[in-house]
């Protein structure tokens, strides 16, 4: 009887922002599945553990660290390098690096803007233009954008993060027109709210009392509901799915802003 081919054994990921939050999990579900990494941060000594970890665990794929900036495109060029001279080449990409802070519009300053700007849609672009040039002289690949639904509907006191994951739903669909004849998919996940240090930095919410991922309920995600989706959007078993942006995030709300969510409107 044949069953749908999910797995990614033997293929080679960059997944960017891997030190924590939905990142890790991204790295290390592939990773277990059988997939080499290379992850990055903005610090080795951040980072370099969680390869550490993937490496001595019993996972069948590899892992190499790798400090980098993804704002800095000589960073990502480095990345892209030191992936392709450890395991040969790129089949997935995952541009998760990202984050935001919470300002009304009219607070938010020019720096303030572009620092958003260019680490959640800038660094996309360097990623995806210099990971995907590899791709493209090679057997093609799938690429994995991770937006959020503040991409997809208004986001009060997030304009600038909105805006931005906004902006990669749009660059999804268009490259995944553009590169169509190149062997390579590009597919965004748009997660709701899910429990990471990053969101606890934020918007203050611990993980002390999450209730299981298996109950279906109001309730903040786990990384691990995030990676799932990448890893079938990068497998074999998602090959007629292209330019499509999955959203993840539990029941549907009515709200749609995690400041909404929480009740922290202002
Ligand atoms: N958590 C949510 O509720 C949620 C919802 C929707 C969408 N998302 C999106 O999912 C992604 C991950 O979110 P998260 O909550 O897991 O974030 P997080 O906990 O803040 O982790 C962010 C990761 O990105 C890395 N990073 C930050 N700036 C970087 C840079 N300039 N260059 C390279 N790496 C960088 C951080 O590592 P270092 O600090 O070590 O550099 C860290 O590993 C983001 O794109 C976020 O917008 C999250």
Redesign the pocket.
Known sequence: MRQPDYGVEGSTAIV?????????AIAETLAASGADVAI????MD??GPVADEINDADDAGDALAVE????DRERVENLVEETVDEFGGIDILVN?????FVANFEDISPNGWETIVD??LN?TVHCTQLAGEVMREGDGGSIIN?S??NGQHAAPGESHYSASKAAIIRLTETLAVEWSDEDIRVNCVA????Q????AETLGIQSDDMPPREKVDRRIGH?EEIADVVQFLASPAASFINGETVTAKGVPRAGNS?SQDLGLER
Do not use: F, K, W, Y
């Open positions: 960017t922002g891997a030190s924590q939050g939905i990142g890790r990055c941060s903005r610090s951040r980072v980098c900036d993804v704002r998760n690096a990202g984050g935001e680490l959640n660094s991770i959020s639904v997660p709701g709210l899910v990471t240090p990053g969101v990384g995690m």
